[in-house]
């Protein structure tokens, strides 16, 4: 069992990033009332790709801001490079899983 890292703020909560994530719930909320109601199943997979592509983006523009706050934080604190780059390549390996 991987040990989980606890977050003491939350960095990646901007506007930007909640909005992305309100889409998606909205979508995935479409998608339940499209097959409640009995939608033609070409619509309902057209829905699935868009929520899929949405998921993309929202994970690399969390990965992007998780790398940037990374980098930052450890030059500020003075940590090994090999550290950040550890951490960043946890991050990009649990990224690219989900493809």
């Known amino acids: 069992m991987a ?28 998608i339940e ?10 619509n309902i997979m057209l829905q699935i790709s868009a929520i899929r592509s949405a998921l993309q983006r929202l994970g690399q523009v969390l990965l992007e801001a998780h790398i940037e706050s990374n980098v930052k934080k450890a030059v500020e604190q003075g940590e090994s490079a090999e550290a950040a780059f550890e951490d960043i390549a946890q991050a990009i390996d649990y990224f690219c899983r989900t493809k």
């Open 3 to 30: 040990k989980e890292k606890k977050v003491v703020d939350a960095p990646f909560a901007t506007p930007e990033m909640l909005a992305r994530i309100h889409k998606v719930i909205g979508q995935c909320e479409g």
């Open 33 to 42: 009332r499209m097959v409640k109601s009995g939608r033609q199943i070409e």
